[in-house]
């Protein structure tokens, strides 16, 4: 049973717009949650994190939601930049248990 | 430079052969761990190390063994390799296994065939 779930494997954007990913995650009991990104032939990079005690955590152009109510968290990006172009991946974890990822959801900027 | 480092980049095995994914850090982490990436599929955790001489199963531990003998290296070894391991393999260590505290380092993966 796929405890973290996005939905959408592909997303396109226009550069200068902003870019959405979902995640949704079906464990109450996680309490931490990260973004990672990940380019072709490398490994995921971390890019922004959010306790389960907050609702909001911004890092530039990059802010991360979190609804736990709807036990849905989302990253938004803005203004969006060919650079974004990446797969991102969506993780949770409690306490100091693996992270479980997502299938992760490719995003192209078109310029 | 500090990080992970995972050889080789890539390998061909024939089904049956056994070998030996390395996986080293240089940042004194306590913390080690083997994922999987297979399309469609996200990344799936094989086993994991909280420190030396300590390993524990992730998700898909069926046809892999690993040990923990040095702080620094976690080798993921393939018993008798199959086509459905096929697959892109990551390596990944943070300092503490507290993933509030500290971020997993990847490594740049290794890409497998098995035929």
């Known amino acids: 049973d796929q405890q973290v779930k996005q939905n959408s494997p592909s997303l396109s954007v226009q550069e200068g717009r902003i870019s959405i990913l979902n995640c949704d995650y079906t464990?109450?009991?996680?309490?931490?949650f990260l973004w990672y990104k990940k380019y072709p032939a490398e490994g995921p990079t971390f890019l922004i994190s959010?306790?389960?005690?907050?609702d909001k955590n911004e890092d530039g152009r990059f802010t991360v939601f979190l609804n736990k109510s709807a036990k849905h968290l989302s990253l938004h990006i803005v203004p969006s930049q060919p650079g974004d172009s990446a797969v991102y991946f969506c993780?949770?974890?409690?306490?100091?248990?693996?992270?479980?990822f997502g299938k992760g959801t490719r995003l192209s900027v078109i310029a | 430079n500090a990080g992970v480092t995972q050889t080789p980049k890539f390998q061909v095995l024939k089904t049956g052969q056994s070998m030996t994914l390395q996986c080293a850090q240089d940042m004194n982490h306590e913390y080690m761990s083997w994922y999987r990436q297979d399309p469609g599929m996200g990344l799936r955790l094989i086993h994991y190390s909280v420190g030396a001489g300590i390993t524990d199963q992730g998700e898909v531990p069926n046809g892999y063994n690993v040990s923990r003998s040095t702080t620094e290296d976690f080798p993921l070894r393939l018993l008798s390799a199959a086509p459905s391991q096929t697959s892109v393999y990551f390596c990944a260590s943070s300092l503490t296994p507290r993933t509030d505290l500290s971020v997993y380092t990847f490594g740049s993966g290794t890409r497998l065939t098995v035929v």
């Open positions: 464990n109450s009991m996680f309490d931490y």
């Open positions: 993780a949770a974890s409690k306490g100091n248990t693996p992270l479980v």
């Open positions: 959010i306790s389960s005690i907050k």
